[in-house]
T-cell receptor
Framework: AQSVTQLGSHVSVSEGALVLLRCNYS??????LFWYVQYPNQGLQLLLK??????LVKGINGFEAEFKKSETSFHLTKPSAHMRDAAEYFC????????????FGQGTRLTINP | GAGVSQSPSNKVTEKGKDVELRCDPI?????LYWYRQSLGQGLEFLIY????????KSGLPSDRFSAERTGGSVSTLTIQRTQQEDSAVYLC?????????FGPGTRLLVL
């Protein structure tokens, strides 16, 4: 069965600083990987996805993530944080074949300090 | 274009009552999912519809929960005899290939 671990339920960075949100996954077969963002009182919005093409994936709002099979990781980064990046971020995994439900991590709440 | 829509956006009900939550997927998307987001449990898969295949109900927490999808489009999630632990945000998603697109959710509060 797949699982996702997001290290750090809360991350706080200063405006302009590097954002690094960690995600490690467990899957018996190569998966698809996703990062979603949830702003207060809103649904989930897709940031980026890995679907077995390029290992460095660029998404919206300046975010990117790198798939590292050897580390079973898919960490999310952004070089310079903006106040508008304050939100909750979810990493999710899905099998390429078979069960197609998303398995989510517990989420990381990102706070941006002025 | 139009995204996934859900109604109502908020629902307050009394313990023991039945509720129906509606999801309108993106036109042309063949798969539809329901998830539940709650403080203690995070985001949990509930049920999945794909075309005319039998739904995957493996995530439904009890037999009080059921869902149907009519005409391959609109879906309704029904919770019978609601309990306080059913209070959560219920999210619907529809799928184009490997990507799930989420609606804004229905926030359910059971008093």
């Amino acid at each position: 069965a797949q699982s996702v671990t997001q290290l750090g339920s809360h991350v706080s960075v200063s405006e302009g600083a590097l954002v690094l949100l960690r995600c490690n996954y467990s899957s018996s077969v190569p998966p698809y990987l996703f990062w979603y963002v949830q702003y207060p009182n809103q649904g989930l919005q897709l940031l980026l996805k890995y679907t077995s093409a390029a290992t460095l994936v660029k998404g919206i709002n300046g975010f990117e993530a790198e798939f590292k099979k050897s580390e079973t990781s898919f960490h999310l980064t952004k070089p310079s944080a903006h106040m508008r990046d304050a939100a909750e971020y979810f990493c999710a995994v899905r099998l390429i074949q078979g069960a197609q439900k998303l398995v989510f991590g517990q989420g990381t709440r990102l706070t941006i300090n002025p | 274009g139009a995204g996934v829509s859900q109604s109502p956006s908020n629902k307050v009900t009394e313990k023991g009552k039945d509720v129906e939550l509606r999801c309108d997927p993106i036109s042309g998307h063949t798969a539809l999912y329901w998830y539940r987001q709650s403080l203690g449990q995070g985001l949990e898969f509930l049920i999945y519809f794909q075309g005319n295949s039998a739904p995957d109900k493996s995530g439904l927490p009890s037999d009080r929960f059921s869902a149907e999808r009519t005409g391959g489009s609109v879906s309704t999630l029904t919770i019978q005899r609601t309990q306080q632990e059913d209070s959560a945000v219920y999210l619907c998603a529809s799928t184009l290939r490997e990507t799930q697109y989420f609606g804004p959710g229905t926030r359910l509060l059971v008093l």
